[in-house]
């Protein structure tokens, strides 16, 4: 039973579509736990999901939910992972039928099940009650304790108001978003002595009030770690996406001292996906903050570092040590060095873009905007996989999704799976053979001329929403002389470094470079960031366990 110190506001959830089942089992669930806990049942997804979300907002904790398997419009499965995510602590039971047991197993991999049970579980004495009774004791002995919250005040067309948003969100930070033109606001405004001109205003849980804050004074600020706890390390990762993350977990797992410098959020690019529904042992796919957060878990349980916010600006060898120089003057330095910059998506070359970015027009897929498109007609442009994935994201609350691509069809970059998704969505149009000519609106995005390439014909239409996705830059232009890269700025490693059997100018070891490595002896590289490799989630995350696997063998013989 309940402790002293679980307040009566701790809830057990409860969901099932058939309301003589669901009453069941919350007379079951009250009988024996109603004095020290609330039972809370709900008759669909979407309601039990309106309702942990004013959980949330009011503080109030979630120790388990139970949901069953067969729901219409979103089964129990599909209910349970968009839950994981507003209280990733609770314990999940699904309640399914014999005939749905592979359902059940199933969900172990996708939204991390604690226990499934069968229905019916008479007596509840034998076959419920000591199921709930080891939930709720592991819950107790986890860390649940609400995170306060940070307070963001904002307008909903500031750029920079977007660009905090964002930046908390991919960080997992818990915030509560306020417009500066409501009450609530306008309180918090008052009371932080601010008129308003400057925003957006964010409180921290502490209460200290920041105006338009740089990234890292607000990532020291909410508890996000920006300053290395040693001057030497084993490995440096220089990137948070998946081949950085992949990089942290193998390196600090198998006894390196790591560190992972991230210069935004973790995640990269895979983290801002809605959806990734190729990734292995995901059949239900995931989306990349779920994958983010776990991989970024998994790194710390290990060992890793994680400083966040923290721009690498230069790359220095002396003797043996590999020296990451910050943007601040700062530096730290290790025996190897692992490149998993990643990339970033191209800007678009358009006139008023510039001007509009987070303003209506945003690059990537911006999820924290996404419930301001309910009821709005959307435009996507880009015809790879991350359009695809934000055009289906989008399509559930927006009224139409366009998606623009240059090229003739979406068969020569987006995955056939992806296609026949767009194909059924029946508010996804796909117009082939269009660009984005230009962006118009005074203050944020009100409408663009598109343009056909194939007829030169130019049409204006109305838009407040625009998503880019239009190919990828590497992020390596401050490895300038020191690493080598290709003319598209791509890292060189391996073999692409010795294609006339030679090694590279200036290298002085009687090897050639490992499979990874770059022209810098103990430097090595993964993911989008090395040239020619295969710009795919699963591929980035084996390369930075390779290249850690390649370190082991370079400090072997170092």
Partial sequence: ?????????????????????????????????????????????????????????????????????????????????????????????????????????????????????????????????????????????????????????????????????????????????????????????????????????????????????????????????????????????????????????????????????????????????????????????????????RARRQAAKFGAEILTAREVTGLEVSGAARTVRFSDGSAVAAHSVILATGVSYRQLDAPGARELTSCGVFYGSALTEAPSCQGHDVYVVGGANSAGQAAMYLSRGAKSVTLLVRGPSLAASMSHYLIQQINEAPNISVRCGTVVEAAHGEGHLERLTLRDVGTGESELVDAQWLFVFIGAAPLTDWLDGTVLRDESGFILAGPDLTPDGRPPAGWELDRPPYHLETNIPGVFVAGDARAESAKRVASAVGEGAMAVMLVHRYLEQS
């Fill in 1 to 293: 039973m309940a402790q002293a110190g679980d307040a009566a506001r701790t809830v057990i959830m409860t969901v099932d579509d058939d309301p003589g089942v669901s009453r069941a089992v919350a007379r079951d669930l009250r009988r024996r736990y109603g004095a020290s806990y609330r039972i809370v049942r709900a008759e669909s997804g979407e309601s039990a999901l309106q309702a942990l979300r004013e959980l949330k907002l009011r503080g109030d904790l979630v120790a388990v939910i139970l949901a069953d398997y067969r729901m219409p419009q979103m089964n129990g499965i599909e209910f349970l992972e968009q839950a994981l995510d507003v209280y990733p602590g609770a314990r999940r039971v699904l309640l399914t039928a014999y005939a749905d047991t592979n359902a059940a197993i199933d969900a172990i991999n996708v939204v991390d099940l604690d226990h499934y049970l069968l229905k019916p579980w008479d007596p509840p004495e034998e076959k419920l009650y000591p199921v709930l009774d080891d939930l709720l004791q592991a819950w107790r002995t986890s860390d649940h304790r609400p995170v306060p919250s940070t307070k963001v005040v904002g307008h909903r067309w500031s750029a920079r108001s977007s660009d905090i948003r964002e930046f908390l969100a991919r960080n997992q930070v818990p915030y509560r978003w306020y417009s500066s033109d409501e009450p609530e606001g306008r309180r918090l405004l008052a009371a932080a002595g601010a008129d308003g001109q400057r925003l957006p205003l964010v409180v921290t849980p502490d209460g200290t009030p920041l105006v338009a804050p740089e990234a890292p004074e607000l990532a020291a600020r909410v508890g996000l770690a920006t300053t290395p706890t040693a001057d030497f390390y084993d490995l440096v990762v220089v990137g948070g996406g998946p081949a950085g993350l992949g990089a942290a977990v193998y390196g600090a797992s198998e006894g390196l001292r790591t560190v992972l410098v991230e210069r935004s959020a973790t995640g990269g690019q895979a983290g801002q996906s809605s959806r990734i529904e190729n990734y292995l042992g995901f059949p239900d796919g995931v989306s990349g903050a779920q994958l983010t957060d």
